[in-house]
C-alpha cells in the first residue's frame, strides 16, 4: 500500500479573491492570505486600534500632496500574499487605488502595531515584507513600549534596525522631510 502523506493545500490570489467574493469566511473574520495560506488574524483590541488611530492624526497634516494614508486594507505582494497591514503610507495614484490594491513600488513606510501578534510581525510578516522590499517596516511594540525600525531590505531580512523609545526622533527615509517624535507614537 502506497503512503500518502498530508500536503497543505496552498491558495493564491485569484482563489483568495474568489473564495472571499463567495462569503467563505464569516462575518467579521480577521484573515490574510501570508504565502498562499490563509491566516487567522486576531481580534484588533482597543489598545492597538487606537494606536492606529493615532498614527493617522499624527501622520496626516504631514503628508499633503506627498503620499496617501492607507490603514487596514490589501496590499498585493506577488501572487500569494495579500496582508492587511495597519498602516501604510503610498505614493498618490491618480485613481486613489480604487480600481487596484496598492503593491510593493507604491509603498513609502507600512507600520505594524503588535501585542499579541508580536513575534508573528517580527518573523513571518518582517521576513514577507523584506522579500517584497518594502523600502521601510516600523514594529510599533506594545508590548516592549518601543517602536522597531527595519529598513534596507535585502533578501528575507533588513539589513538595518534600530529600536527606538520614546525619546527619539525618527525620519522617514523615503519622505525625509518628514521627522516624528517616537514619543507621539507611542
Not at 517602536?147 to 525619546?167: H, N, S
Request: aromatic share 6%.
Amino acid at each position: 500500500m502506497a503512503t500518502i502523506n498530508p500536503t497543505k493545500h496552498l491558495t493564491n490570489l485569484d482563489e483568495w479573491r474568489r473564495l472571499g467574493e463567495a462569503n467563505i469566511f464569516p462575518p467579521g473574520s480577521r484573515v490574510e492570505l501570508i504565502n498562499g495560506e490563509i491566516i487567522d488574524m486576531a481580534p484588533i483590541g482597543s489598545n492597538h486600534a487606537g494606536h492606529v488611530i493615532r498614527l493617522i492624526n499624527l501622520f496626516a497634516p504631514h503628508i499633503a500632496n506627498k503620499a496617501l494614508i492607507n490603514a487596514q486594507n490589501p496590499l498585493q505582494l506577488g501572487d500569494l500574499s495579500e496582508p492587511e497591514p495597519d498602516f501604510m503610507l503610498m505614493k498618490p495614484n491618480a485613481t486613489s487605488y480604487t480600481t487596484r490594491h496598492p503593491k510593493t513600488d507604491d509603498v513609502l513606510l507600512l507600520i505594524e502595531v503588535a501585542d499579541s501578534s508580536l513575534k508573528f510581525d517580527q518573523t513571518h510578516k518582517l521576513r514577507l515584507y523584506a522579500l517584497h522590499n518594502i523600502p521601510e517596516y516600523w514594529l510599533i511594540n506594545l508590548n516592549d513600549n518601543c517602536l522597531e525600525v527595519y529598513k534596507k531590505p535585502r533578501g528575507e531580512v533588513y539589513v538595518e534596525k534600530t529600536i527606538l523609545y520614546a525619546g527619539d526622533i525618527i525620519t522617514l527615509s523615503q519622505l525625509p522631510d518628514i521627522s516624528i517624535q517616537v514619543a507621539d507614537i507611542l
